[in-house]
Structure formats: C-alpha cells, structure tokens
C-alpha cells in the first residue's frame, strides 16, 4: 500500500487522480479536435494551440437576442473593438492550453479572438503575421503581437508591438500582395482568410528580425539574439504544422534573404518539442568531437527484449557515443513521472549510456549546465568502443 504525504491521501490515490485528470484532458482535446479547433501538425499536444471560445459577437445581437442588458453586457463582456464584444465566461479549457492575461501584454485577449473581432469589421481582409500563425497553431509569442490585416489601400498603423499595444482596440492594415496563397483555418468563421503557413512563417520571421516583435531571450554564444528567436519560432512552428524546411525558404521569398534564410534553417531543428529544447541545442551544437552530431528525440531501448513500451526518448542524443540529453519540463517533475524516470534512469545506467538531465534552474546557470554537458562526453569518450583517436590534423 502507498504511503501518505502529509495531504492525506496515499501515493496510490494520486495516482488514481493523475490518470483521471489524464483520461479527462484526453476526452476534452477529443472533443476540440473533432470540432476543428486544433489545428493539423506533426508535434505533441503541448506543442499546438486550441482556438478559443466563447468567440466574439456584435453588441448590437447580443442586445437584440435578450441573452444580455447593457447593464449585464457592461459587467460580463470586454469590448474588442467598435461594436464587438467577447464573453467573458471562461471554457473548462485543460490549464495547458490557456492564455492568460499576462501573456497578452497590453492588448488584453489573445490574439485569434482580437483577429476575429477585428475581422468582423472588415470582412475583406486577409489576416497575416502574427494573429495568421496563431491560426496555424502556434501556441508562443502570439499573443502580445498586433492584429494585421492585409487588404487592398494604403498601410496604416505601427507594426512594433510595443506601440500597437497603445491602442489596443485597432488593427494594423497592410496591403495584400496579389497572389499571396490563403486559407480558411477557423470553423467558427468559415469565411474568414488566413495566409498560408509558409508564408506566416516568412511574415513572423521577418517581422522578428527587423525588431518589430520579439520576446525575452538569453544569450547564446555566435548568435544575435533575432536570430535566436527566429530559430524558436522555426522549431516550434514547424511542431504545430506539417511545413519543411523548404516550405520555409520558398514562402521567405520577398521577406528574408536567402543567405539569412539558409543559416536560420541550418541551425534549425524539425524535431524540438519546446523553445527550451531549442536553446539547449543551441548551447551544445558544438560539444560533440568532429565527426559526431546530435540528433533529437532518438528512442532508446531499454530493453534486451524489444518490448517497445520499454524505452526512453532523449531530446538530443549521439548513439554512436551512447550520451543524452534530457530537458525536464513540467510534465516530468509530476510526481507519479518521478517514480518511472528514476526506473528509467537505472536501466540507461546499466547500458552505459552517458546522460545528463536540464530542467529550467540548470538551463539558466549556462556554465554550470555547460561544465556537466562537457564532463559527460568526456566520459562518453573514454569508454567508446572502438577508442576515439585524436586527429592529428587538429
């Protein structure tokens, strides 16, 4: 029988509870999928973002309809924009998939419902940037960017997100490029455009690299900080779509150059699941002896077997060494995850593989996450099988 903790309950009733929770999420994300509300990608659920309800109505129906007085639409609907208000209940949304206030900035909403909002109002235009990838899918850095809508006539408005935020309540109008492919990504607005992804792709990267919007990162050695955002967005971006790197360098035409373009993809990888897997793989791109590379999300098994439940997957890895790495996100430091990545972690041992395990502390102290990076691949050097002989070019 489990032990209590002090809460008065058994391990085996936190675990009962944590697989109910589970069973829950997975009902509720079945039940958005089937409604068109996550968008199609390659990468986990985390990695994807769920459009939101309630969606934003015109004041003047929600009046009409009786559902609400101005008295009630004041106290329980935010205005969005001329005319437009939005609910303000909350959906029984699983907390992973929310967006918060703070993630919103100044702009107060998320960015698919200011889009949609503002969209209601000019119904002809095509929605780009920022508000375009958060259609897509892209649950990071949406949220504090401005709604641009792109339509025949002249540009108006500030694009830099600080200034945007101003005033909240207006989008910002560019002009649509003639050709520019669209696509209907919402149910709850069937008529409404979106550019394409390859092409929100190059509008987000080239609105990261002129300044217009970014986001806090930290230092990465040989790296400008734009270029360190553009790489997250590149990973993440290519999590919640089903874009290659191609896809990518043809919808940049026009908005980044080939030789930025190239160096962004090259440093780019198809297979991080979190922005913090991406800057780990930035700070260890040049660890590994010449002739070795990382490989993300490499299955290993850890059992002689082959039963393939029993495996672990690094988020980067060199099988040739036999050394990983693992970035423990909040999923991992669960407590009923503890108990099975320890079981996990003696089975690895004993196939002599080198490891070394980063949560979010270890990833912000670089030189000691880099000191215990290093040390692990000289371990993983001096048992290799053959020996690695120095290079005598070097």
């Given amino acids: 029988m489990g032990t209590g903790t002090g809460t008065g309950k058994t391990t085996e009733q936190r675990r009962r509870e944590f697989r109910e929770e589970k069973r829950r999420r997975r009902l509720w ?27 934003p109505e015109r004041r003047a129906e929600v009046l009409a309809s009786g559902r609400a007085t101005q008295t009630t639409v004041r106290q329980r609907f935010r205005d969005l924009t001329r005319g437009v208000v939005v609910d303000l209940a909350t959906e ?24 949609r909002a503002h969209w209601m109002l000019s119904v002809g235009s095509v929605i780009g940037f920022w508000a375009a990838v958060a259609f897509h899918g892209l649950p990071f850095w949406c949220d504090d960017a401005p709604v641009v809508l792109l339509r025949d006539g002249s540009p108006r408005g500030d694009a830099r ?18 050709g520019t492919p ?10 409404l455009r979106v550019v394409s992804a390859d092409v929100a792709a190059a509008q987000c990267l080239h609105s ?11 230092p990465v050695p040989g790296l400008t900080d734009r270029e360190v955002r553009s790489i997250q967005f590149i990973d993440a971006f290519y999590q919640c779509t089903w874009l290659t790197a191609e896809n990518i360098r043809r919808g940049s035409r026009n908005y980044v150059d080939r030789r ?14 979190s922005p913090r897997e991406t800057l780990l793989r930035l700070y260890t791109r040049d660890v590994l002896p010449e ?26 890895a060199c099988e040739e060494l036999k050394i990983a790495l693992f970035y423990d996100g909040a999923y991992h430091r669960a407590e009923e995850r503890r108990g099975i990545d320890f079981e996990q972690v003696h089975r690895l041992q004993a196939l002599r593989w080198e490891f070394v395990r980063i949560d979010a502390r270890l990833l912000s102290d670089v030189p000691q996450m880099m000191e215990d990076v290093d040390e692990a691949v000289g371990r993983a050097i001096d048992r290799a099988d053959p020996p690695l002989l120095p290079n005598p070019d070097i």
């Fill in 29 to 55: 994300l079945a039940t958005a999928r089937r409604a068109g509300r996550i968008p199609d990608g390659r990468g986990l659920e985390h990695s994807i973002r769920v459009l939101p309800r309630p969606v």
């Fill in 92 to 115: 029984d949304m699983p907390e992973e998939f929310r967006v918060l206030p703070d993630d919103c900035g100044g702009f107060g909403m998320d960015i698919v419902t200011r889009a």
């Fill in 161 to 178: 997100s600080w200034v945007a935020a101003t005033t909240p309540r207006v989008p910002v109008f560019r002009r649509y490029r003639t």
């Fill in 182 to 191: 669209v696509v209907r990504p919402d149910p709850e607005f069937p008529d």
């Fill in 208 to 218: 990261i690299l002129k300044g217009s919007h970014g986001w806090d990162v930290p």
């Fill in 260 to 273: 930025t373009i190239d160096k962004l993809l090259a440093l780019s990888d198809i297979g991080a699941q």
């Fill in 291 to 316: 002739g070795f590379s990382w490989t993300s999300q490499v299955t290993v098994q850890l059992d002689p077997k082959g039963r393939p439940w029993k495996h672990l997957v690094a988020d980067l």
